[in-house]
């Protein structure tokens, strides 16, 4: 997974930001805050092989005891719901994108 300094980069304009979350070789996270209060994620593998890719919930400033809700934006399906961090298989030269929203009980 990504291990790298988080926020390295980061890309704004006048409403949102969207940060590196973590880069190691061939692997990125970007992600930020969309104006309805979900997170966006895109994991990126520019690699010749398919990878796991790990995106930290501190990265996201989400609590590691919150709940998630994940939905695949690309597949229009759910991934669950999940606590902490979020690891995806991303298949070789692909792109994974992910909205995560709070699950409030």
């Known amino acids: 997974p990504p291990t ?3 926020g390295l980069d980061s890309w704004s304009d006048d409403h ?7 880069l190691e070789g061939d692997l990125q996270v ?5 104006d309805d209060g979900r997170v966006a ?8 092989a398919s990878a796991s890719i790990t995106a930290f919930a501190s990265a996201l400033s989400l609590s590691p ?5 994940a939905h695949d934006a690309w597949q229009n399906k759910s991934l669950g719901v999940l606590k ?3 690891t995806l298989e991303v298949g070789a030269h692909a792109v994974r994108a992910i909205t995560l929203k709070s699950v409030r009980h």
């Open 4 to 6: 790298a300094p988080y």
């Open 16 to 22: 949102e930001m969207c940060l590196s979350l973590g």
């Open 30 to 34: 970007w992600g930020g805050p969309l």
């Open 41 to 48: 994620l895109t994991l990126f593998n520019r690699g010749n």
């Open 65 to 69: 005891a919150s709940e998630h809700s």
């Open 84 to 86: 902490a961090n979020l």
